[in-house]
């Protein structure tokens, strides 16, 4: 299994940024995938899940209504768009799925 994720930087409060997780090494269209993510000092949260076709999402309370999850099953990607950010959604988020977790991508936002 392997999940690599990309898109993550230095935004300013309000801004955007679409994270990216290209998986292998598994059947990705059978499995549901997730993006979590861990803030300094804090531990790992689930914040956004989505169903192996793409049809069901669960977002965390702190996310829902600005972060939105989705699939490209013929690419084996998932994506996490993440609109008006603020400076408590700065940490490393992770995709995780197919019994795998990915390097992390760095997503820092500045108040």
């Known amino acids: 299994v392997q999940l690599v994720e990309s898109g993550g930087g230095l935004v300013h409060t309000g801004g955007s940024l679409r994270l990216s997780c290209a998986a292998s090494?598994?059947?990705?269209?059978?499995?549901?995938m997730s993006w979590y993510r861990q803030a300094p000092g804090k531990e790992r949260e689930v914040i956004a899940v989505?169903?192996?076709?793409?049809?069901?999402?669960n977002y965390a309370e702190s996310v829902k209504g600005r972060f939105s999850i989705s699939r490209d099953n013929a690419k084996n990607t998932v994506y996490l768009q993440m609109n008006s950010l603020k400076p408590e959604d700065t940490a490393v988020y992770y995709c995780?799925?197919?019994?795998?977790w990915g390097q992390g991508t760095q997503v820092t936002v500045s108040s």
């Open positions: 995780g799925g197919g019994g795998g």
């Open positions: 090494g598994f059947t990705f269209s059978s499995y549901v």
């Open positions: 989505i169903s192996s076709a793409g049809s069901n999402t």
